[in-house]
Each structure stands twice: as structure tokens, then as C-alpha cells.
């Protein structure tokens, strides 16, 4: 929670007011063309033209159409599901109707009105002792129609401030509660056993308790537990009763305002979690920069809840898309990457990134309507003539691999003439050649993937300054921080 000390201030001023085959193809060096019948390379010596999207036409033959894979597939034969033993009927404490509970809501409320309308601080009426009186109450017998009834006399609705049903499977409701008046309390959730009440806190006292929202869910894993999901600015929990207390199965913390649904969505009677992030509650800060929403979806593998894809919003940046690219192909869906490869070689649409970009967008970003409305609110940065060539290098390079896993060895030749042609020794995507090259001369030697990768990782190893045009700590919060293993995923 990266802005706790933030959010506690803000809150308090609030209140107080596989391989493939090995293709028959001599290994070559970093600078020839793998075959004479290629298209060769340019040995002019006059001045060569920056390169763009407009000078790199797409080269033939036209990809071959690959398998679309699904996204989210099942991970684990649910005939192996272990259904827990269900729990024994719960014991509570006999209730006495003669005792008589009073949480003092009229008078917080009375207490309340006073400070306000006085300029006082409405937080001196808080009874942050309410979640232990109803304890109290509870295992004296007090019962507990009489407690909800002075909640809902009090404004407070069920399913939202409070609850009262069967959470853990016991045939017995298990009563849950949520002080609105107090912005530090958090849900307490009263449980039953052999004739008393024990008490399980959440979130209680933590700054975030303001914002803490819970549902409770039918079983989602079909181990016949049901699960409760907790929701509270950007965080997502799902709890599950392990017999003594409601355990945290899943913890999903990121920033961006939450929604959740739950369905199936692979066909295999289990239900999936899927997560949408919007824009961040307190706004977009400078680390945070650029950011785009993008979707989550999480499967239970038998064990617990791991995600299994995350979907961005449409690439606004030539970074963004060789991104999503790595990322659709480690989700196995190779089309979408290469569609996303293509892009960043040809897309007129996609910017271009830098430091200096960075200040200058997140500078307008954050400047006030009126300076928005100026032709030049800030000094415009220089275009990075560097980011083009090196982003569409890699692509091809990503291309080049990909065929080759694939066994598309033409098209693979294709894209690493084309790879050797556009971006020759000087321009600043000949590395990306390089480590290409790499990886081409060892798998035409072993016809092994995993060798293959181990060069143009090992390429990546000695050369780490290629990784920061593809992701570093300057694109953002959201972006990776590209290590030499993601360079080649196919071992």
C-alpha cells in the first residue's frame, strides 16, 4: 500500500472538516543474410534515411495464419477436488432476552451533530470500542435481533454495514459488522462454537477501513467452502473459512480502482475472478506514468488463485505494444503477439517514449485546466530518433524466434533478411541483429530451442543496455523491467 501515510493524512483532514524441427540452413555471421536468394544487404555509402513506420513496408510472404490458443485454459482435472467435510452444526451462547444491549447510536449521532454544526471534530464522538462491546454482548447472550435492529434504527443496512447469515458452512448465521461512525474501524466477524462467540478482525484501525467492502460468494473452488471477497481501494481478498478462522486465499494488490465479476469462462465448472483496473484513486503520480486500465483474470490451480492473463487497454506508446506483445505470447497467444509486433514496426498511430517525454506528458497531464488549453504549456522535448529503429529491431527479432518455434522456418528467414537490411552495423538497432544472430547460428547448429534462447539470452547478459529501450523503471509503474531471460521465453 504505497500510500498509506498519504491516504491516513488525507482521510484524517477529511473527517476533522516446445522445439521445432531444425531447418537445413547454413549458420551464418552477424553480418551476411542466411541465403544467397535473400534480398542483400544495402552496401551504400551514402546517407541513410531515418527509419520509420512509413520506411519499413511490410516484407512477404504474408505470415502464415497461426492458432488462436485461448487465454485461460484449464490448469488441473477438477475430478480432483477434494470436498471438505462439512462443519458440525455450531454451538452459540443461549440468548437471555432480559438482557438489554445499547450501542449509544443516538447519542454518537446526537455527539456527531454537535461538533459539526459547532466547527468541532465529529471524530471525539467515536466509539472505537464498539466491535468489543458487541462481543461482550454476544457471549453475555444478548441477542443479536436486538443489536441489528438498533443498526438499521440507525441508518445502517444489511449486506452493507452488516450482515447476518451463514458465512462458513456451519448451519448457524455468523453475525458481521462495520462501524460507519468510525473511519479507522474495519469488519468484525463474530463466529460460534461450543456455546461462545470469538471475534476476527479485518482491517481494523487501518486507514483504508473507510473504503473496505465485502461479498459473500458460493463456493468458487468446489471444495464445498464458500469464500467471502473484500474489496477496499485497490486491494482484493478472498477469504475462506479453514475450520477456525476466515483465511486469505488470494491477495490481489495493485494500483487502480477495482470491479470484480466471477465467472466461468473455460468451460469447466469452475469459477474464475476477473479484476478490472480503472485510474487510480488519488490520481496518477509521476512512477505511476503512463498508465492505462487493463483487466485481470485469476484461476484457482488447485491449490490457489493464480492469474492466468492480464489484457491492457490499446497501446497508446511503441513500447506499449512490444509489451503486450511478450505478454500475449507468454498467455500462448501467438497471433495477437505477432499482430502486436507488427504493429510496432509499421503503426503510425503509436508514440514515441523517453524521460524528457515523460516529464513533459505527465507535466500536462497534471497542469491546471487553463494551462491545458495553451497551444505549448511546456517546453516541447526532442523526438528520440533512437527509440524507433531499436523497438522495431526487437520486433523483429521477437518474430524471428516465434516462426522459429513454430517451425515456420521460411517466414523465419524472411524476418531476419529483412532484420539484417533494415538495421546494419551503426544504426542503433544492429544489437538486436546481434543477439538475433545469436540465437539463429546456435539453433541452425543443435535444432534446440533451448540453446537457441541460451545464446540470445547469454547476447542479452553482456549486453543489458538493449533491454532499457523494452522496459524500464522510466515507463511507468505498469511497464516491466526487462531481465535477459524475458528475451527468449522458449526453454
Known sequence: MRRLRFIFTLLCLLLAACAAPPADIPATTRTEVPSASLTPKNTSTSPRPTLTPETLTPATPTITPLPTIPTVTPTFDVRTIVTATPAPKAECPVENPNIHPDLLLDEMTACENAEINSNGNPLACTNREMGNQIFNYLNKGAPISSIISQLKADGQKENITFFYKD????????FVFKDPHNPYGGFYFYTCNNSTYKVQTLWDGDPYAAWIEIAPMKDLNRNGISEIVVTAIDVLLVLEWNGDIFEEI????GDGSSKFTIKNIDKDDMQEIILYRGDPYWGIMSAEFPWRNYVSTYKWDGISYARVSQIFDAPVYRFQAIQDGDRYLLQGDYQKAMELYQDTIFSNKLDWWSPEKRNYEFAIYNAPIDEKSKSTPFPTPETDLTEYPRLAAYAYYRMVILHTFLGETDAAQVKYATLQEKFPVGSPGHPYVEMATD??????????????????????DAHPEILVPLGSDYHGWQSHIYTPADVCPFR
Open 167 to 174: 458465512l462458513n458452512d456451519d448451519l448457524i448465521p455468523d
Open 250 to 253: 488470494l491477495r490481489i494488490d
Open 439 to 460: 540465437f539463429w547460428n546456435a539453433y541452425q547448429s543443435s535444432g534446440r530451442m533451448y540453446d537457441a534462447c541460451a545464446a540470445a539470452i547469454a547476447y542479452a
